[in-house]
């Protein structure tokens, strides 16, 4: 399977938390540039937080926002400020899903907004058990929340005279994020607030971007961390092409992961942690010295390497051997539960559903976006005071990965785009700047393997990075448990600026 074939139904949620449907449900006709017109929505609310009871106000608003390149567009957004405190130096975190590009529904009330959808642990639930609740992890009891649609999704719209796809770029995209939150700091009188950030997949990318920029501008906003969730940035190292030899040493540990809650190895007692920190241990030594061997590999150690392989991850060592020991995230989602003809799902891979139905491209946790989507639009009229919901779009205008400006070149997200060097700039010029990495061990689309080599490659101060696991997938948010160790991680993040 070439890196094409793998990445297109990845790039759907590779870089959103949307995966499949994000793109599938592409704004009708060109509804994303017809404008909205919204007075701000103020609404007061209380609720318990961090184990804190507060009153907190929401504002759902569209501030104008131009570059210096004269592109401009009306950006919407939800915030949240906790009330009674002095606001003017209290943390404030801008969160936006990826893409590229969608709205930020999910990060919303997927898991870290003061309301959440509560899925039940069992993947197997109906979606009628799914219900929009308290959400008792939200961090809002440490820093207000922001959250932010771009361009041509959401309630955001271009103005006339710019296009859609004049913000359809890493860098446009990241400008219009930067512009957003000094109109956002002006408006709301936080010029001294310190700022941070949480992207989700391909809003991984737009952090970094977002960090060079601010790195360069010799008035920047005050950046003091970042949390970078399902991360996209080093894509081209863990990309799937068959040569890659890296990348399936990459995807191990989340193929270790996803057999061990299926059932389909030996756990022996092991924990999930357990299974996944043996199976990453070999898998940097034994495995990737085998791939490196290739054709020089002797047979006896082949198959000694085939049988490990079928202890990590169910599928049979014959099939390894068959397939010069190397297996896709793709293909294992298809090979591992081939037997009850069933597939694992992207997002999450925790969720399965029959072959037949699932027509080879949909996703069997694409039903955590349909839940997402669908009491969002009631939590805005209902919680929000919101009443044009219809104008809220949950698509995306981005007609494909090569309608989109990677870095200049158009050969897409697989060039070696140094995205991690805005991060290090950053960095560089903040010594308090803080960095935390995330993502779920059920994610099939960015990996534990591709967090950790960011991480220990990318280099950064190791001392200000913290590299995080979830016991969830893409939208790890979306189990109760991560939803709380997220919270406390931002909670974390803040507190140490």
């Known amino acids: 399977m070439n890196r094409t074939a793998i990445f297109l139904p990845m790039a759907l949620a590779l870089l959103a938390a949307t995966a499949l449907p994000a793109m599938a ?67 404030v975190m801008f969160l936006f899903n990826g893409g590229p590009i969608t709205p930020s529904l999910y990060v919303h009330v997927g898991g870290i907004g003061p309301k959440r959808v509560a ?22 009891d440490v820093v207000d929340l922001v959250f932010v649609d771009p361009a041509s999704t959401g309630f955001s719209r271009v103005d006339h005279g710019t296009k859609p796809a004049d913000f359809f770029s890493n860098r446009q995209d990241a400008a219009q994020f930067v512009a957003f939150i000094r109109a956002w700091q002006k408006r709301h009188g936080r ?41 996209a940035i080093n894509v081209v190292e863990w990309s799937q092409r068959p040569a890659n030899i890296i990348s399936y040493v990459a995807s191990l540990p989340t193929i270790a992961a996803t057999g061990w809650f299926h059932g ?3 756990r022996k007692g092991r924990s999930v942690e357990q299974f996944i920190a043996e199976a990453s241990a070999w898998g940097e030594g034994p495995y990737l010295t085998a791939l490196y061997q290739g054709a020089a590999l002797p047979e006896a150690a082949r198959r000694e390497i085939a049988g490990k392989l079928e202890g990590y991850s169910g599928i049979p060592a014959d099939w390894y051997l068959a397939h010069d020991l190397r297996i896709t995230k793709e293909q294992y989602r298809v090979e591992l539960l081939k037997a009850d003809r069933r597939i694992l799902g992207q997002l999450d891979a925790r969720y399965t ?29 209902r919680d929000l005071g919101v009443q044009n919901v219809d104008a809220y779009l949950t698509g995306s205008p981005v007609g494909g ?19 991690h060097r805005g991060l290090v700039e950053w960095m560089g010029k ?68």
């Open 25 to 91: 449900q592409n704004a009708p006709g060109k509804a994303f540039e017809q404008p909205v017109n919204m007075a701000p929505a103020v609404t007061r609310h209380k609720g318990e937080f961090g184990g804190q009871k507060l009153r907190y106000t929401a504002t759902v608003e569209s501030l104008p926002v131009r570059l210096a390149s004269g592109e401009s567009a009306n950006v919407g957004s939800f915030t949240y400020t906790r009330d009674g405190v002095d606001a003017a130096k209290r943390p």
């Open 119 to 140: 899925f039940p642990d069992d993947v197997k639930a109906p979606p009628s058990t799914f219900r929009l609740v308290d959400n008792l992890h939200s961090p809002l």
């Open 191 to 231: 010029e001294k607030s310190p700022v941070h950030l949480f992207g989700e997949s391909y809003g991984t990318h737009r952090v970094a971007e977002i960090a060079a920029q601010v790195a360069a501008d010799p008035d920047p906003i005050p950046l003091a961390g970042i949390f970078a969730y399902g991360q």
């Open 264 to 266: 389909k190895v030996d």
């Open 353 to 381: 559903a029959p072959i037949a139905d699932a027509g080879g491209a949909q996703d069997p946790s694409g039903v955590i976006v349909e839940a997402v989507q669908s009491h969002f639009r009631t939590y805005l009229q």
């Open 401 to 419: 990965m090569r309608a989109w400006d990677w870095g200049g070149t158009g050969a897409g997200p697989f060039a070696d785009w140094p995205y």
């Open 430 to 497: 903040n010594p308090k700047a803080r960095l935390v990495v995330g993502n779920g061990y059920f994610d099939t689309l960015t990996t534990l393997g591709g967090a950790e080599l960011l991480v220990n490659q990318a280099g950064f101060d190791r001392d200000r990075v913290s590299l995080r696991y979830y016991d969830g997938g893409h939208m790890g948010y979306s189990v109760d448990a991560v939803a709380k160790q997220i919270g406390d991680d931002i909670r974390a993040l803040v507190r140490a600026d």
